[in-house]
């Protein structure tokens, strides 16, 4: 079945900084690939996503971008606030269920 | 937020007891699924209904069972708790097809002693 790696667990940054979070999936069948933010005691809510037919996507401050041929996707936040800093996980799915990622834990620093 | 509640959003129960948590949409959404997320392991899925009556595991089935006999509501039933069952349970909703976004209530908080 799928297995989706995430990297790093945790990562600090300076506010205003980028932040990369990166991570690899296993089955080259998966075609869907959400990120989720979560913070602290909430749901986890829905930020940005990417198909299959796309390497890159971006909606204001983030990005997503896709290599399927190196089975790896990645988040990306520029100019970083603190009301950035949560959980965040990546998730792969073929058709119908999610593989989630172990999540990473972004603090952003003032 | 998407039309998703969970009830209850805190319980607290002994080991061996039984335990139904509820998912309830309001969004006619033809998947549902259960999830718990436990600290490192992210969320996992525990079983998931792509219709009335239709369910099927997930990754970590084992000690629950599910029912769907209404479109609204998505039930998860621990038959007979156990302390590794103290978890977070989240619902969460897909209209399916080609749309693929899930979209999650709020969260159960469980625990088992």
């Known amino acids: 079945g799928e297995n989706v790696e995430q990297h790093p667990s945790t990562l600090s940054v300076q506010e205003g900084d980028s932040a990369v979070i990166k991570c690899t999936y296993s089955d080259s069948a998966s075609n869907y690939f959400p990120w989720y933010k979560q913070e602290l005691g909430k749901r986890p809510q829905l930020i940005i996503d990417?198909?299959?037919?796309?390497g890159e996507k971006k909606d204001q401050r983030i990005a997503v971008t896709l290599n399927k041929t190196a089975k790896h996707f990645s988040l990306h936040i520029t100019e970083t606030q603190p009301e950035d800093s949560a959980v965040y996980f990546c998730?792969?799915?073929?058709?119908?269920?999610?593989?989630f990622g172990p999540g990473t834990r972004l603090s952003v620093l003032p | 937020d998407a039309g998703i509640t969970q009830s209850p959003r805190h319980k607290v129960t002994e080991t061996g007891t039984p335990v139904t948590l509820r998912c309830h949409q309001t969004e006619n959404h033809r998947y549902m699924y259960w999830y718990r997320q436990d600290p490192g392991h992210g969320l996992r899925l525990i079983h998931y209904?792509?219709?009335?009556?239709?369910?099927d595991k997930g990754e970590v089935s084992d000690g629950y069972s599910v029912s769907r006999s209404k479109t609204e509501d998505f039930l998860l039933t621990l038959e007979s708790a156990t302390s590794s069952q103290t978890s977070v349970y989240f619902c969460?909703?897909?209209?399916?097809?080609?749309?693929?976004?899930?979209?999650f209530g709020p969260g159960t908080r469980l625990t088992v002693t």
């Open positions: 969460a909703i897909s209209a399916g097809d080609t749309t693929y976004e899930q979209y």
């Open positions: 209904s792509y219709g009335v009556k239709d369910t």
């Open positions: 998730a792969a799915s073929g058709e119908i269920n999610f593989v």
């Open positions: 990417i198909r299959s037919n796309v």
